[in-house]
Structures are given as C-alpha cells and as structure tokens.
C-alpha cells in the first residue's frame, strides 16, 4: 500500500488494472481480481 504518493511518482508506472474507489463493490471485485494473477493494480481514492 502506497499513501501520499504525487502524480509524477506514477506517471510513467505500468498497471494491469485502475481502478477509482475503494468501496465495497470495488474491493470485491479487486480481490478476485488479484487472486487469478499476479497484477499491478492502482486504487485511485479521494481523500483528505
């Protein structure tokens, strides 16, 4: 888990999956996602 990263920390970053939202839909989906490979997943979230 990455917290507090800048843009341009990830810019040139490769993932498999972007997915916006962390609710409760998104980490069930992002739960079997990652189960069936090994994937690069990036959560973008709101926050404070």
Request: charged fraction near 20%; hydrophobic fraction near 50%; proline fraction near 2%.
């Amino acid at each position: 888990m990455v917290l507090g990263i800048r843009p341009e920390q990830i810019a040139n970053e490769h993932f498999d999956l972007v997915a916006v939202g962390s609710g409760f839909g998104s980490a069930f989906f992002l739960h079997a996602f990652a189960k069936q490979r090994k994937a690069r997943i990036l959560v973008l979230e709101w926050g404070r």
